[in-house]
């Protein structure tokens, strides 16, 4: 809270009659609002501004040298472990590109550890330069039809909904549990009536989005098409345009972001890894993507905003006005978004603010609890009343998968991959030591000509998932996974030539994000040398057996229909 001193100091430098704590002199301000663009300075006092459009003296200044200011980016929808390194680490990676508020679904964490997964990223957003924000996590399980490691009802979330970092409740990626009035749903929807609920509703149109939204679900990131985010937008949906590692969906809904729409659109990046964040960029690439695409300049640092700020309640921030949080990027080129400083909270960022931050212990460091496979495991029984074999479709770019067949041979080891057809195995291996469930099956689009790629991170329930060739390989990469006790692994003609170690919850690094980005490039090589043609195999492979995207998907249960919403005989 503001105590009454501290607001007559900013009202006192805001009429000029003190010194500010800081002046940022000679910049040039974007206001997101008009999109005029006017020389000034930005005064400064603790966390807030006090005076723009004017002249001012501080006690600190920072020299603008004509830069642009603009209000600090803001990340809508995003899941800090697809980053693959702690809340620390993404904080020193993200937000020296301009990124100064990350809300956040700690949904991979909690399928691993439940409640204390939670409670270890509040303490994390504690901590952090970065503002990070937390939407309880909603779907755990995100559904029935697979195993994870823990179990959240409204009971276990109830306790965390006033802690200061909460802002909601996160994706409700179960829609067709809402429309068929699952209790335990309709059980956290209800608490959080008169609050912020996130969507994750893909394809989902007509009729069946009015129920759904009926149950004041505000937004949707899964829109991959102009005129599915159109239908959305026209009842009431706030549109968060995502482009992450895998999911990117820019391209396709750059064409609704304009004067009329941007209030009612902001920008997410749902999972992005470190690898993509040093090569491309993070919010920064979509601004400079979409402004190169033709959408109105001020109208996209709107929706990077001060939109996302109203949308999600954060009534603080988003514009560069005097009583407004002073969250600010400084950038040397408008349309290329070239970021090159950053305020957050008031202060200049700079290496020793990361380093003065005080840490929290990791958790989860024993998640992998599974013992170790053989190549018999993976072997996949033929069934004697089907000629065609169901094989998952996968395309570069979407974790939506496709609904392919194939002719495979069959062995006394059971159905053979066809590698001339590009079809080759799959198989998802329960680690949470429930119940050692096992669903094997075939997978076309990764182009593997020999070996294996396994991964711990395995959305939404995170068990290993595993692509191959050949038994041997892949019980060769899952067996180094758990000695590991989670990560990456690529095996080639029994040796393993790429690894990274997720320890935390078998999902994050405790390197930082300069090793993992370097290490990922060493598994990328690795899989290309195997044959890999999908630009992101890591993350594609953790997208198989999300049984909440369409269509076809790989659980530990076995092969599931999204569609149907059950699984394949």
């Known amino acids: 809270m503001t105590s009454s001193s501290q607001l007559a100091r900013m009202i006192l430098v805001g009429q000029g009659k003190a010194p500010a704590d800081l002046v940022i002199k000679n910049v040039q301000l974007l206001d997101v609002i008009t999109g005029a663009v006017t020389p000034t300075d930005i005064a400064i006092v ?63 964490i909690a399928n691993v550890l439940g409640a204390e997964g939670i409670r270890y990223f509040l303490d994390c957003a504690e901590r952090t330069i970065m503002d990070i924000r937390v939407n309880l996590s909603s779907c755990v399980p995100a559904t029935g039809f697979e195993t994870n490691g823990a179990t959240l009802e409204i009971e276990d979330l109830a306790p965390f909904r006033d802690h200061p970092k909460v ?19 309709l059980a956290k929807l209800a608490a959080f009536q008169g609050g912020h609920i996130d969507g994750h509703a893909p394809l989902l149109l007509g009729m069946g989005l009015n129920g759904y939204l009926a149950a004041a679900i505000r937004t949707d990131h899964e829109a991959t098409s102009a005129a599915e985010a159109r ?52 919010l920064d690439s979509s601004i400079r993507r ?50 090159s400083d950053v305020i957050a909270g008031g202060r200049l960022v700079t290496p020793d603010r990361f380093a003065a931050r005080s840490s929290v212990e990791p958790v989860g460091l024993n998640s992998v609890k599974l013992q170790p496979v053989t190549p018999a ?16 479709g996968v395309k570069p770019g979407l974790i939506l998968t496709f609904r392919e067949t194939a002719t495979l041979a069959s062995t006394d080891e059971g159905l053979q991959p066809d590698l001339a057809a590009d079809v080759i195995k799959v198989a998802v291996v329960e680690r949470h030591g429930r119940n050692g469930n096992i669903g094997r099956g075939f997978v076309t689009g990764f182009g593997l000509k020999r070996g294996a790629i396994a991964s711990s991170v395995g959305h939404d329930s995170h068990n290993i998932t595993v692509v191959g060739t050949n038994n041997e390989d892949m019980a060769l990469s899952v067996n180094r996974l758990i000695e590991l006790r989670g990560g990456f692994a690529v095996a080639d003609n029994g040796a393993i030539t790429a690894e990274l170690a997720l320890p935390i919850a078998g999902l994050m690094s405790l390197e930082p994000f300069e090793t ?21 195999p890591f993350l594609q492979v953790s997208f198989l057996a999300l049984p909440v995207i369409p269509h076809l998907k790989m659980t530990d249960r076995g092969l599931f229909d999204v569609d149907a919403f059950d699984f394949v005989d």
């Open 46 to 108: 603790e966390d807030r501004i006090v005076g723009t459009l004017a002249q001012y003296d501080g006690l600190q200044t920072i020299d603008g040298a004509g830069r642009f200011a603009v209000p600090g980016f803001i990340d809508t929808h995003l899941h800090i472990e697809s980053s693959l390194v702690t809340p620390f680490e993404f904080d020193r990676c993200v937000l020296p590109h301009g990124v100064t508020t990350a809300l956040c679904d700690p949904h991979e």
């Open 167 to 185: 802002v909601g409740l996160a994706e409700m990626m179960n829609f067709p549990g809402v429309l068929a009035g699952d209790p335990g749903l």
């Open 516 to 536: 993992v980005a370097a290490t990922l490039h060493e598994l990328r090589d690795a899989a290309r040398a195997i044959g890999c043609v999908l630009p992101e």
């Open 290 to 339: 979409l402004i190169g695409r033709g959408c109105p300049l001020h109208h996209v640092y709107r929706a990077a905003s001060h939109s996302a700020a109203r949308i999600f309640n954060l009534r603080d921030r988003g514009l560069l006005a005097s009583g407004w949080r002073a969250d600010i990027a400084l950038l040397d080129n408008l349309e290329e978004c070239r970021v």
């Open 231 to 282: 239908e959305k937008l026209a009842k009431g949906m706030a549109i968060l345009i995502r482009e992450g590692s895998v999911s990117k969906d820019l391209e396709a809904l750059a064409e609704i972001l304009d004067a009329n729409t941007s209030s009612f659109v902001a920008l997410c990046t749902d999972d992005r890894n470190p690898l993509d964040i040093a090569e491309e960029g993070h």
């Open 377 to 392: 495991t993976f072997n996949t029984p033929a069934n004697p009343a089907r000629n065609q074999t169901p094989v998952i």
